[in-house]
């Protein structure tokens, strides 16, 4: 099946500072990308959609200035955490689909922890 | 948006034991998703099962997306079946993203 890759995955930073997390599609073309938080024993929750060469669409109450996405490839998209605090400690998911309608494919994750 | 709701949200369940895991959803959908995500946080993609029946080994899935629901079947549970299910849709309306549902924690004892 397909493979979608996250990296890192695992990161420590210090409060105040910026956290990169980048996905890939490693076999396919994503025309989509979808950014997910999961805090623990809690569900996903979409974040933000984010399609090749536009501007991301942010879920209602996601700081879209704090959480900046860039999909500047058909295979690569990345989530910057800016000025990173303690309550942004989370686990963050990606996924990609080739087209819409088509099965989504989920990254292994990135677990966050600011100090 | 589209609401999903999985049922039971807990169940424990004895090595050898059959279960069967509900997701109901308030809408029409494109897409549906099962997944098993393992103590690490790794979504395992189970099933994607927009409509129909399908199968794999021990697990089995039925959508009837005119009901609005979706049945994942565990059969002759396994330890290692032990964690988080979650079902997820794509409303047909959604403009492509996946909701997801709450989640039923499976918890099998030797």
């Known amino acids: 099946g397909a493979v979608v890759s996250q990296h890192p995955s695992r990161v420590i930073c210090k409060s105040g500072t910026s956290v990169k997390i980048e996905c890939r599609s490693l076999d396919f073309q994503a025309t989509t990308m979808f950014w997910y938080r999961q805090f623990p024993k809690q569900s996903l929750m979409l974040m933000a959609t984010?399609?090749?060469?536009?501007?991301?669409?942010?879920e209602q109450g996601v700081e879209k200035d704090k959480f900046l996405i860039n999909h500047a490839s058909l295979t690569l998209s990345t989530l910057t955490v800016t000025s990173a605090h303690p309550e942004d400690s989370s686990f963050y998911i990606c996924s990609a689909e080739p087209g819409q309608g088509y099965e989504q494919y989920f990254g292994p994750g990135t677990r966050l922890t600011v100090t | 948006g589209i609401q999903v709701e999985q049922s039971p949200p807990d169940l424990i369940l004895q090595e050898g034991a059959n279960s069967t895991l509900r997701c109901n959803f308030s809408?029409?959908?494109?897409?549906l998703q099962w997944f098993h995500q393992n103590p690490w946080g790794q979504l395992i993609n189970l099933f994607y099962?927009?409509?129909g029946t399908k199968q794999n080994g021990r697990l089995s899935a039925t959508t009837v997306a005119t009901e609005r629901y979706s049945l994942l079947y565990i059969s002759s549970s396994q330890t290692t079946d032990s964690g988080v299910y979650f079902c997820?849709?794509?409303?047909?309306?959604?403009?492509?993203?996946?909701?997801f549902g709450a989640g039923t924690r499976l918890t099998v004892k030797p």
């Open positions: 809408d029409s959908v494109n897409n």
């Open positions: 997820a849709v794509e409303g047909h309306y959604n403009n492509n993203d996946m909701r």
């Open positions: 984010s399609n090749e060469g536009s501007k991301a669409t942010y």
């Open positions: 099962i927009p409509s």
